[in-house]
């Protein structure tokens, strides 16, 4: 006996993903309903490679009564208005947005970092996914935390477009075509030419001159990881099509090695250590894509301070930043609270 699953946002890149991975990992389903603005009823969606298709219905007439999970990728704005809606109905929301991540009465869940969380969920009948860049970032750092007590965590992102969604895709395929072919450039969806670039802006930018998308890294990470970690984040947007990558400057209570955190690192679950001192002995974004686990490459000791380390951190950003952790907290919600059969 399987759940019924409804998937929201079902036609953009995450919900497309999201019905990918819930086919891939045979996640047990008696039904699947795609979810999407009125503008996308009617169109097909394909279940990954099954060969099924689904047609979408329009989320304000959809009834999630009898639904057990939603999977929830249509942005703050409608999340805002429907979620609360399926919640009430008795269907367990898995959120992709921002809107519920700071919420005291909503756990903020990356599986492999904070399992026992899921357990609050009955106090709004809601779940939060955390920030595509924090989650790759606290599944790195949680069995080093484990191991030796983190104390300060300096973080650069380098993130792909597909984390701005279709149009940053697009933005990015037409720049690159405009400028091979000596056509003018002219930036939509980003602040600046993103093709040939780099933009140390994501999202809005705030009072003490940070941006929301590096507030969002501090505070989840906090909340997910422990709240006496300090932690500092420069989030720039690379030209990139899919897989955020993250170099992370680590400072620890007490000594660890750099072999002592390979060795860490290894058997972590979740994480794929690649970590050859020679050419190519690492993994970059490219080769994450399509992939579940996050990378880890480049440890090695910072002299500088004391129980230092610098490790270089990739994930496919579609993926474990939103629908493969989706996913895997609606498994761990299953094994744990919604058992079926």
């Given at each position: ?7 929201v946002?079902?036609?953009g890149?995450?919900?497309?993903e999201m019905?990918?991975?819930l ?6 389903m008696?039904?699947?309903a ?13 279940i990954g490679d099954?060969?099924?298709k689904?047609?979408?219905q ?9 639904w057990?999970?939603?999977l929830?990728?249509a ?9 609360p809606?399926?919640?009430?109905a008795g ?14 009465d909503v756990?903020l ?6 399992p ?8 709004r009948n ?6 595509c ?15 030796a ?11 792909s ?16 075509r ?18 040939f670039?780099?933009i ?8 003490d001159?940070?941006t ?12 997910i990881?422990?709240p006496?970690?300090?932690?500092t ?5 690379v ?12 400072e ?6 750099a072999?002592?955190?390979q ?5 972590a ?5 690649v970590?050859?001192?020679?050419d ?5 974004p ?5 992939d579940y ?5 480049r440890v090695?000791e ?9 490790l ?5 950003n ?5 629908a ?11 094994r744990?609270?919604l058992?079926?059969?």
């Open positions: 006996m399987g759940y019924r699953v409804a998937v946002g079902a036609t890149n995450v919900g497309r019905l990918a991975i086919a891939e990992r045979e996640f047990p008696d039904e699947v795609a979810v999407a603005s009125s503008r996308s009823q009617g169109i097909e969606v394909e099954t060969g099924k689904v047609k979408c329009n989320l304000e007439h959809f009834d999630f009564s009898g057990d999970i939603a929830f990728a942005g703050s704005g409608p999340t805002k208005d429907y979620a809606k399926a919640a009430a269907c367990v929301v898995i959120d992709n947005s921002s809107l519920y991540r700071m919420d005291p756990p869940i990356v599986p492999e970092v904070n026992d969380a899921i357990d609050d969920y009955k106090k809601i779940i939060a996914n955390p920030n860049s924090t989650a790759q970032m606290v599944v790195a750092l949680k069995p080093l935390h484990d191991a007590g983190i104390k300060r965590v300096v973080v650069s992102t380098y993130q477009v597909s984390g701005a969604g279709k149009q940053g895709m697009d933005e990015l395929f037409e720049q690159s405009a400028i091979f072919v000596g056509d003018p450039v002219e930036p939509k969806k980003f602040t600046k030419q993103i093709a670039n780099v140390p802006h994501i999202d809005v930018f705030l009072d001159g940070s929301k998308e590096e507030w969002k890294m501090v505070a989840e990470t906090k909340k990881l422990d006496k970690v300090k932690v984040a420069t989030c720039v947007r030209p990139v099509f899919v897989g955020h990558s993250e170099s992370i400057n680590i620890f209570e007490r000594e660890i090695s072999e002592e955190a060795n860490i690192l290894r058997e679950p979740g994480i794929m250590l970590d050859k001192r020679d190519g002995g690492y993994v970059t490219i080769e994450s894509a399509g686990a996050t990378f880890i490459s090695r910072d002299p500088t301070v004391e129980n230092g380390l610098n270089w951190c990739v994930s496919d579609l993926r474990k930043g939103a493969l952790n989706a996913v895997q907290v609606a498994e761990l919600l299953g744990r609270h058992k079926k059969g």
